[in-house]
């Protein structure tokens, strides 16, 4: 998009890692480059090769939203385009990562360490690698650092992470069958917690409700604020309805169809579909110390009549309205005559 004149273009980008690892960093040497290229980047100690995967005025809007100061002069910087050479060493150093991931799971049962090593990164220059664990309490890696160094060759960083962003880097499809959204477009873990399950009168089953970091699905807060907005002026799930024919308890609600299902304490299994604006009625005279007669009569008025549009899925036509009748052909038997039998006298 062509800029308005004596207007500069942005001179930060954003460059993507491995495992959706994403960063910003400044262009200070003005170079050409559009999503897609392969640049050297600075790091720590040496450098490191990314992909540039954001451009222009757009990497401004990405930095406010992960509340990343534009004006920041410690930026790090965009050294070159890649070289040859460059992607040369970053390819070899990431077909190792597998095996050095292997070994060090190895060396780490070895010293009977509670701890999952989830990933290992390799810097651009192959001069570092970054190993991202899992634990539920504190670890002493020292001996474990000493040990990867002298069998690798290389810098060790440690770096702990949480189990929801393990997922995020490793990746996979949820129960839904897509990719998941924390690898993909979800960049903030807000806390999940089984009341949002039953708000949404979901079956508290772990198998179920868990997601592959084995916490809770991040998908349960996005219809959240939904039902608790519909929730404001609903019954109570827990309200009681007091009628001459006897108590009767809540079984059931639908929130979005304004329904619930009551039955009697003596008659548990029969219930009785009552509307929101009835049970809301029937509590406000319970309130007043009077009783309805029974919900029977309030039910009788919800009681609507199933009418089957169509006979099947295609509607009333047959599914087989074009093949052809297997008609068996009956082939007519004539009757023959019975041959009259000769006299015996007859010649």
């Keep these: 998009m062509s800029l308005p004149n004596g207007q500069k273009p942005f001179d930060c980008v954003e460059v993507r890692f491995k495992n959706s690892r994403k960063e910003f960093f400044r262009n200070t040497e003005n170079l050409t480059l559009s999503i897609g290229d392969v640049v050297a980047t600075q790091a720590k100690s040496g450098h490191d090769v990314g992909v540039v995967t954001l451009t222009g005025e757009l990497v401004r809007i990405q930095m406010k939203r992960k509340k990343v100061s534009p004006d920041d002069k410690n930026l790090p910087k965009v050294y070159r385009k890649a070289s040859q050479r460059d992607i040369d060493i970053w390819q070899k150093c990431r077909d190792r990562e597998e095996e050095i991931k292997k070994r060090s799971r190895e060396i780490a049962i070895s010293l009977k360490l509670e701890m999952k090593l989830s990933d290992v990164e390799f810097q651009g220059d192959g001069s570092k690698a970054t190993f991202y664990y899992t634990a539920e309490d504190r670890v002493d890696f020292r001996q474990l650092i000493k040990d990867m160094a002298k069998a690798f060759g290389i810098r060790i960083e440690m770096r702990q992470i949480g189990y929801r962003q393990e997922a995020q880097r490793l990746g996979g499809i949820g129960s839904c069958g897509r990719e998941l959204c924390c690898s993909t477009w979800l960049t903030d873990f807000r806390s999940v917690s089984t009341a949002s399950a039953r708000y949404q009168q979901l079956a508290l089953n772990p198998q179920k409700l868990a997601g592959q970091c084995g916490k809770l699905k991040c998908c349960l807060n996005y219809e959240l604020d939904m039902y608790l907005e519909a929730l404001k002026n ?67 008025d919800n009681v609507t009549e199933d009418k089957t549009t169509f006979e099947n899925v295609v509607g009333q036509d047959s599914l087989t309205r074009f093949d052809r009748p297997n008609r068996k052909k009956r082939r007519k038997k004539k009757r023959r005559k019975p041959k009259s039998k000769a006299s015996p006298n007859a010649k």
């Design 234 to 300: 609903f019954p109570p799930s827990d309200c009681k309805l007091k009628t001459q024919k006897g108590i009767a308890f809540c079984q059931k609600a639908d929130i979005f169809k304004e329904t619930l299902w009551f039955s009697y304490k003596d008659e548990p299994a029969t219930w009785h579909t009552l509307s929101k604006d009835q049970v809301l009625e029937i509590l406000e005279l319970n309130k007043k110390n009077q009783k309805v007669a029974s919900l029977e009569e309030y039910a009788a």
